[in-house]
């Protein structure tokens, strides 16, 4: 069959490799495309993380707790263990649609106001007062969003000391850590040091963690919960404005058919679409014809967008937007745009429930529409990709 087949996908990646499911590059490193090979890649108790900066994290002393995306094992299990309160579906439901439905109205009535914006700095903006909520940074000083859109910009330079390039990274990683750390995480832990809540960072300091510990969790849960919900909901967006049957279907149904029609968009259209672990011991996964080892000590780079659109695992029709596929319902209804395994990311719930929030309240404006199409660029280390630019209006209130 033919994949690009009804391909309605916005975002368009360069074709990689021979595209069997499993195979092994020229620079050693194994790439995986097909979803039960990759789905195995990630539950195997034989594969840690990798990437994602894990070689300078590994440098750090000893002593300091790595954030909870670099833990491995039964240190990482315990982690999770402890903090899966703060992520399940009924503590999504009562502790956090009520502040998604608040801080949504409040950026939409700015949109009201105004009768243009971007798109992305709404949902910047929704994005990071919910995640604050959850990890707890609460009590952060004026101009977190601008902090947190100089951590991460829309293209990375590689720090360094050999050239002007990377010494200017350096020191604009080092500056922007520094202005994180006493613009939001320090004023935080004070203010829990003193009355402790219930939420993440609350924990971090009753487990006897460091600020500096601490405010690498931040980041990684800001990473997750702010960056990749941000760029989500803009895409899951600009599906909907360009697909009429789509929309009809989207504002018309009610939660649960909204949702199935969010999760068929993410899993065309996954955040991160590279994760990366390397082998501890030999893993056996299933290829075009038999089992395939991937040796211990092996890189291996799973390709998250081409594993959700594998048909032997999807149905039909894999590139085209149909909720309720058969094969994907349920809990893995994205496939694996939220990983899988261990690391699968613990915020999935609040993700969607907090994209239907917005989108449904979104849709619901009068004379709601797109003015401009967005430009797309990518992270190329997570296969991420980037929206910029979705002008939206409506008709002033």
């Known amino acids: ?22 195979g092994r590059g020229d620079d050693g490193t194994w790439q995986v495309r097909g979803y039960p090979a990759a789905r195995a890649v990630l539950r195997s108790s034989d594969t840690v993380q990798a990437g994602l900066g894990i070689e300078t994290v590994e440098k750090l002393p000893a002593k300091i707790r790595r954030p909870v ?24 439901d009562e502790h956090y649609r009520e502040l998604t439905e ?41 101009g977190i969003q601008r902090r947190l859109e100089r951590f991460f910009p829309e293209k990375f ?16 990683q080092n500056t922007n850590w520094l202005r994180i750390y006493f613009g939001d995480v320090r004023p935080a832990v004070r203010a829990h040091r003193e009355r402790p809540a219930d939420n993440l960072i609350s924990h971090l300091i009753a487990e006897g963690c460091s600020e500096p510990e601490i405010l690498g969790e931040c980041l990684t849960y800001a990473a997750a919960g702010m960056i990749t919900t941000r760029e989500f909901i803009c895409v899951a967006a600009w599906h909907l404005f360009t697909d009429d049957a789509l929309r009809k279907r989207y504002v018309n149904g009610d939660e649960s058919e909204r949702l199935a029609v969010l999760h068929e968009i993410l899993r065309l259209e996954p955040v991160v679409a590279r994760l990366t672990r390397r082998t ?59 990983g899988d395994g261990p690391h699968r990311c613990p915020g999935a719930d609040i993700a969607m429930m907090e994209t239907n929030v917005f989108l449904g309240h979104l849709f619901a404006l009068e004379g709601i529409r797109m003015l401009t199409t967005p430009r797309v660029t990518f992270q190329d280390e997570i296969g991420g990709y980037v929206i910029r630019g979705l002008r939206v209006a409506v008709d002033k209130g």
């Not at 069959?1 to 499993?22: F, L, N, Q, Y």
């Not at 009768?115 to 009590?139: K, N, P, R, S, Y």
């Open 157 to 172: 330079g590689k720090p360094g000391l050999t050239s002007l390039h990377g010494i200017y990274w350096l020191f604009r």
């Open 280 to 338: 501890t011991g030999p893993v056996e996964l299933p290829g075009d014809d038999g089992p395939v080892t991937v040796p211990a000590g092996a890189l291996v780079d799973i390709l998250v967008d081409e594993a959700n659109t594998d048909p032997e695992a999807v149905g039909t029709t894999p590139m085209a937007v149909c909720p309720g596929r058969p094969a994907t319902t349920g809990r893995y209804a994205a496939a694996l745009s939220f």
């Open 1 to 22: 069959m033919d994949r690009a087949e009804d391909d309605v996908r916005k975002i368009r990646r360069e074709p990689t490799g021979s595209g069997c499911p499993v």
């Open 102 to 142: 608040r801080v949504t109205l409040s950026y939409l009535e700015t949109l009201r106001t105004a009768g243009e914006a971007q798109l992305e700095d709404l949902t910047f903006g929704v994005a990071i007062d919910v995640a604050c909520g959850v990890i707890g940074l609460t009590h952060s000083r004026p």
């Open 69 to 92: 995306l670099y833990r491995d094992g039964s240190e990482h299990r315990e982690h999770r263990r402890q903090t899966a309160r703060y992520f399940t579906p009924r503590r999504v």
